[in-house]
């Protein structure tokens, strides 16, 4: 900014002009410093515009250094739902607008239970269908291919949520694209199916490799995010950039019921009847920007909602069944049990914004509804913790007065160090008190890396406790939130809209005021029979179970039993009345990997023989996991000898309502900073030991804007000086 002339004080000797002082001596230099200034300024405002749909190019700086423009992409994804599962293919165009040959990877999210099985790269009228294979092998058949200029495409699972596709040798002005398809079950809970595809991968925040050296082993402890390069990406500001990526969207919904109600309470929707129990759903405005989830719910008609729903599919060597039933409420309600209820609420950065009030909102609400008898505690998290209450406290007007406005106080900052907070709410005083329940309503974004951590902790540390996670904002972690839950005992509640706090935060409190189904157990007639999940969760009112199960012939009877309300509950199902179903096999194959996953992090199984469990189960079925990927090459090099590739990242949208400023600092004068540790208070050392993210920042012409205001600055010096000398 240039310094604006000072006026002087009236009274001021410094008020009269020097006579000897010609009017237009300043001209020069004020010429010269305002070309400087435009030449500074031009750069910054032609970044604002580098963006999709902004009028501009965004250029990132390649792995040599020098930079390139990322390639455009747009995103369609078609799902079909039949029943209780949804077969979804998300299409992915990467288009090249430079002249260079071009690598581009791009992070996307995917349902944390998906099952990825398929991936095309498509070039002109050429389809290559990829292969699955190990890891490693897939990686080294990639980069060859890259290397030897050929087209090729790898689809890495990160988190089982979380992927990458890489796309290599994508010639100039040419666009290719990369298919994917997986299978995914549908949600169901209180008489409401669901379906979420997740648009956008948020930044996480990964805790920094500790520099405590144990003496009995000679080394550092373990890394607690060994992968966080792979699951970071530029993040584009959305005050200085239109948003990019766009995604178009088409559902089939095939019900298998009359249908009632079918809405989205995240985007504008349009919606076709087809038939009584189908129906078309579209985005209203044909395209959206990949920075919210996407929700579907859907209602049976009147009297239509089934309670038991059991399908099969032939598979390869046998038959795999799912069964989704949903138990009855108690007859006669139950007397309330009391409570003791641990309410977390994050206040990291990445909570700024609508997440932030949706948080305090909701965990308001949950103050207000508890009862006479009921004990709670709250607690608050960023990159340090509080505990509002040594120990639980009587839930009496004095307590809720203060608890409240202790909430009302918080404000978003700092980074999200989730471990601590979550062992603290675990932990239980009294662990042999009987006659009480015991919950933790966890409320967050879960925008961290460290899932591992999180999940062995609560395996380890959950005692009688119960796990109910809260997700939210419109981006949140399904992973650690659905898995949290599962090893917890619990449930999750997804809040991504404002309007949802009231209505969500409702349900999820009556459910934990009404007994569980408890003392769950499934048995088959028939011997052989490999079902998951092996041990069944405790179920709240208006929550299905959900089980699958392989096995020769679906023959013979699936019996459920357990305890309503401190009343015996059972439910006979024949298996061969079973519908037809697609696609339940590779949700089994699925299920039974996430639980090999599970007992790897807790114990229950070495890491060698999850692994070998896990890599059997992919291949064979065909899916993408930790161990294994999908790669697809062309046979023809394309690329000319000696030609360069430039390889970048592909950038991402903020998540919307997320704050920009609370996550990433006030200070950055990038339009596309690294999504860098967010403001942890950690010590210096900690800090500068942790290991460094290499991703792609924005450049610019600016060092020769900023040259020619140099040499502009000069000039009118000079011009200044001999005007000086003329005048005198």
């Known amino acids: 900014m240039l310094p604006l002339p000072l006026s002087p004080h009236p009274r001021s000797p410094l008020s009269h002009p020097a006579p000897s002082l010609p009017r237009n001596l300043l001209l020069g230099p004020l010429i010269a410093l305002l070309l400087a200034l435009v030449a500074g300024i031009a750069p910054a405002k032609a970044q604002e515009t580098r963006a999709e749909g902004g009028g501009g190019t965004l250029l ?64 002109g009228d050429r389809v290559i269908v990829a292969d699955i294979r190990e890891r490693e092998a897939a990686r080294r058949v990639y980069e060859a291919a890259k290397a030897e200029g050929r087209a090729a495409a790898l689809t890495e ?7 990458t596709n890489a796309v290599a040798n994508i010639g100039p002005g040419e666009t290719v694209l990369v298919q994917i398809a997986y299978q995914q079950p549908v949600r169901q809970s209180g008489g409401t199916a669901s379906l979420r595809l997740p648009t956008v991968a948020a930044p996480r925040y990964s805790p920094a490799p500790p520099l405590v050296t144990s003496a009995v082993e000679g080394a550092s402890a373990a890394d607690p995010v ?7 990406a530029p993040v584009l500001d959305p005050a200085r950039h239109a948003p990019v990526n766009p995604l178009t969207l088409q559902i089939d919904l095939k019900a298998g019921f009359p249908l009632g109600t079918v809405r989205s309470a995240t985007h504008a929707i349009r919606v076709e009847e087809v038939s009584a129990s189908e129906r078309r759903i579209t985005l209203a405005d044909g395209a959206t920007a990949a920075d919210r989830d996407f929700e579907l719910t859907w209602t049976a008609a009147p009297g239509e909602a089934p309670a038991v729903g059991l399908f099969r599919e032939r598979v390869a060597g046998g038959e795999a069944v799912l069964a989704v039933v949903t138990p009855p409420e108690a ?3 139950a007397a309330p049990i009391p409570r003791d209820v641990v309410f977390v609420i994050d206040n990291s950065g990445s909570m700024g914004g609508a997440s932030m009030r949706q948080a305090k909102a909701s ?15 709250v607690i608050r998290f960023d990159h340090s913790y509080d505990v509002l209450f040594p120990d639980v406290v009587p839930a009496d007007e004095t307590h809720l007065d203060r608890a409240k406005r202790f909430v009302a106080g918080l404000e978003a900052s700092g980074g999200t160090e989730m471990l601590a907070p979550l062992r603290a709410a675990l932990r239980d005083a009294t662990p042999g008190e009987t006659g009480r329940l015991r919950q933790v309503v966890f409320l967050t974004d879960g925008a961290i890396g460290n899932e591992g951590q999180i999940f062995s902790a609560i395996a380890a540390e959950r005692g009688r406790s119960r ?30 809209t404002p309007d949802q706090v009231t209505e969500r935060m409702r349900a999820l409190l009556v459910k934990l005021e009404s007994p569980a189904v408890t003392g769950l157990t499934a048995t088959f007639s028939e011997p052989g029979v490999d079902a998951t999940p092996a041990r069944l969760p405790d179920l709240y009112r208006g929550e299905p179970l959900t089980l699958s199960a392989r096995m020769t012939e679906a023959r013979g009877t699936l019996t459920l039993t ?30 039974k990997i996430a639980e090999a996953e599970t007992a790897r992090l807790t114990g229950g199984l070495s890491p060698d023989a999850a692994d070998a469990a896990i890599l059997r189960l992919a291949l064979d079925h065909g899916l993408t996991t930790r161990l294994t990927s999908l790669v697809a090459v062309d046979a023809t090099p394309r690329r000319p000898a000696g030609a360069r590739l430039a390889s970048t990242d592909l950038p991402l949208n903020l998540p919307a309502g997320w704050d920009f400023a609370a996550l990433f600092g006030d200070d950055e004068a990038q ?16 800090l500068a030991a942790a290991q460094p993210v290499a991703l792609p920042q924005t450049a610019t012409d600016f060092e020769i804007r900023a040259l020619l205001g140099g040499l502009l600055l000069a000039l009118g010096l000079v011009l200044a000086r001999r005007s000086r000398r003329v005048a005198a």
């Open 60 to 123: 990132l700086r390649s792995e040599g250094g020098a930079p390139v423009e990322a390639p455009r992409l747009r995103a369609d994804a078609a799902i079909t739902v039949s029943g209780p599962t949804a077969r979804a293919t998300i299409t992915q165009a990467f288009r090249n607008t430079t002249a260079e040959w071009v690598e581009g990877t791009y992070l996307f999210p995917l349902p944390e239970d998906a099952a990825v099985d398929t991936m095309k790269l498509v070039i």
């Open 157 to 163: 699972q990160q988190r089982p949520n979380l992927f």
């Open 226 to 232: 060994p992968d966080r390069q792979k699951i970071a």
């Open 331 to 333: 007859a006669t309600p």
């Open 363 to 377: 965990l308001l609400i949950g103050l207000d509804r508890l009862r006479s008898g009921d004990r709670f505690n």
């Open 467 to 496: 796990l109910f996670m809260v997700g939210i904002g419109s981006a949140p972690n399904g992973y650690l939130m659905r898995h949290a839950a599962e090893l917890g005992r619990g449930s999750v509640t997804q809040i991504g």
């Open 562 to 591: 357990g305890r309503i309300g401190g009343q015996p509950w059972q439910a006979v199902l024949p298996l061969d009345r079973a519908e037809a179903g697609t696609g339940i096999g590779k949700l089994w194959a699925r299920a």
């Open 671 to 686: 339009p596309l900073p690294p999504p860098r540790q967010r403001r942890a208070a950690a010590p210096a050392a900690q």
